[in-house]
């Protein structure tokens, strides 16, 4: 009779919950993502996040130029009041949201590509093609 009474408390330990990560890129890979002006990793980084909403996402590397973007993180349809207590409190299973981000980071304006290095890697790639 004891275990009848306790049925429910242990449903919802149970439940489910919902893992929300944010996926940032770069092109190229290796720049750092401050996140509201915390370091949070180097691209490609998958960073967990608890609440929706707009947050400032910086990106940095050298010889490129810093990107700072303010960015909006939506809530899914099941992420909506009410429907988000379903979702975080009554489903029994793990729900995961991930948003993504992708961006093209610019060299400096005062970088230059060296001319001499970039016709070398040429020479070597078409003695590559040529003899194949």
Same mark, same amino acid.
């Given at each position: 009779?004891?275990? *009848? ?29 401050? =996140? ?54 009554? =489903? ?22 060296? =001319? ?11 003695? *590559?093609?040529?003899?194949?």
């Amino acid at each position: 009779m004891e275990v *009848k009474r306790f049925w429910p408390v242990a449903l919802l330990l149970l439940s489910g919950c919902v893992e929300r990560l944010l996926n940032v890129k770069s092109d190229p890979p290796g720049a750092q993502v401050f =996140i509201d002006g915390e370091l949070k990793g180097t691209t490609p980084v998958e960073i967990p996040y608890t609440f929706y909403g707009g947050r400032d996402i910086t990106l940095e590397m050298a010889g490129y130029t810093s990107l700072t973007k303010r960015v909006y993180l939506q809530p899914p349809w099941w992420q909506v009041f009410p429907i988000d207590f379903v979702s975080d409190l009554l =489903i029994p299973f793990k729900l995961t949201d991930r948003q993504e981000m992708r961006v093209m980071m610019q060299k400096e304006p005062g970088e230059k590509a060296d =001319i001499n290095a970039l016709k070398g890697r040429a020479d070597e790639l078409r003695k *590559k093609v040529t003899k194949e």
